[in-house]
């Protein structure tokens, strides 16, 4: 049997650790751009204070970097063409949670069916995380690897001063 030391252990979080990283370099223009922007209009936040604030951080972030009209054109392209989808599905998450609180409620439990209705919840979220990965990567490559730095390291000066890192 072998002991690992905490040397052992931190050791083998870097890779994942490194890997985290590489993945928020690739999301850094969604996160707190045009997809936090999209998320949030597709799951009902889109009016008055919230959505001027995610506008304002997008436009934030890719002013930031240095996008130019022409990315922040293309950019905006690609979060409003997902939006009908993104809508739709927050939509589908809405009715089988409606459901899934019917079944709860009803006199007599059937387990099998809020299962069902459990997983079906789940593929829709996974639909949902689909598009915006999609959203993502697209919005990724309008984007300089300089430029994409650049938002990275403003995503992280965000996430400090909420105290998320």
Same mark, same amino acid.
């Given at each position: 049997?072998?002991?690992?030391?905490?040397?052992?252990?931190?050791? !083998?979080?870097?890779?994942?650790?490194?890997?985290?990283?590489?993945?928020?370099?690739?999301?850094?223009?969604?996160?707190? $751009?045009?997809?936090?922007?999209?998320?949030?209009?597709? #799951? =009902? +936040? =889109?009016? =008055?204070?919230?959505?001027? #604030?995610?506008?304002?951080?997008?436009?934030?972030? !890719?002013?930031?970097? $240095?996008?130019?009209?022409?990315?922040?054109?293309?950019?905006?392209?690609?979060?409003? =063409? &997902?939006?009908?989808?993104?809508?739709?599905?927050?939509?589908?998450? +809405?009715? &089988?949670?409606?459901?899934?609180?019917?079944?709860?409620?009803?006199?007599?439990?059937?387990?099998?069916?809020?299962?069902?209705?459990?997983?079906?919840?789940?593929?829709? !979220?996974?639909?949902?995380?689909?598009?915006?990965?999609?959203?993502?990567?697209?919005?990724?490559?309008?984007?300089?690897?300089?430029?994409?730095?650049?938002?990275?390291?403003?995503?992280?000066? #965000? #996430?400090?001063?909420?105290?998320?890192?």
């Amino acid at each position: 049997m072998t002991t690992r030391t905490n040397e052992d252990t931190t050791a !083998l979080a870097r890779p994942r650790a490194r890997r985290r990283w590489t993945w928020l370099l690739l999301a850094a223009p969604l996160l707190l $751009g045009g997809a936090t922007y999209t998320v949030a209009e597709a #799951h =009902g +936040f =889109g009016h =008055g204070d919230m959505h001027e #604030h995610m506008q304002a951080r997008m436009q934030h972030i !890719l002013n930031d970097v $240095g996008a130019t009209d022409a990315q922040k054109a293309q950019i905006k392209a690609v979060w409003d =063409g &997902l939006r009908p989808q993104l809508k739709a599905a927050r939509q589908d998450h +809405f009715h &089988l949670r409606q459901q899934i609180a019917q079944a709860i409620a009803a006199p007599t439990i059937d387990t099998a069916a809020i299962e069902k209705l459990r997983q079906q919840s789940v593929q829709a !979220l996974d639909h949902t995380s689909a598009l915006i990965t999609q959203g993502m990567v697209a919005t990724s490559q309008v984007l300089t690897p300089d430029q994409r730095q650049k938002a990275l390291s403003e995503i992280r000066r #965000h #996430h400090q001063a909420d105290g998320e890192e």
